[in-house]
């Protein structure tokens, strides 16, 4: 065998290495694509969790949140109140950024559970003084299919 022959099958031997690399890096990357999926659906989930928890272990911040009409609050609970609601809608908002971007999966945002919380949480009195601190494509979001 002659040199030259030798120098093509080892080139031939070397382009399917590659090509043989290629396939495996596009197996770990959609790997890692569905695990980054997976991250942030726990996290929309953990998050749910964690604000759940929030709100309804303390009694006072629970006050705070289902607010009773005949109560006036004072300012330092409204300022903490606004605190709280702008939280929580921050938490919407990385939710709604996430399904619209695909980091979801399949997995949509909980509209009907926005809707309840915005009723029993009465956060269409605040959202005046909330919405302009949001992305104007997650306030149509709000305005659109959740205050409705």
């Excluded at 272990?57 to 006036?72: G, P, T």
Aim: hydrophobic share 45%; charged share 25%; net charge negative.
């Amino acid at each position: 065998m002659n040199m030259d022959a030798v120098n093509r099958w080892l080139a031939l031997l070397a382009n399917f290495g590659v090509l043989a690399g290629v396939v495996f890096l596009a197996f770990e990357l959609r790997q890692n694509n569905e695990l980054l999926i997976q991250e942030s659906r726990y996290n929309m989930v953990q998050n749910q969790k964690d604000w759940s928890q929030f709100l309804t272990s303390d009694e006072e911040i629970f006050k705070l949140i289902v607010v009773d009409s005949e109560v006036e609050l004072t300012d330092a609970e409204k300022a903490r109140r606004y605190s709280i609601l702008l939280g929580n809608l921050q938490t919407w908002q990385w939710e709604w950024e996430q399904s619209r971007s695909g980091l979801l999966g399949t997995t949509d945002v909980p509209v009907e559970a926005f809707r309840v919380l915005w009723v029993n949480f009465e956060i269409e009195e605040n959202w005046p003084q909330l919405k302009p601190t949001f992305k104007p494509e997650f306030v149509r979001f709000i305005e659109n299919e959740v205050a409705n």
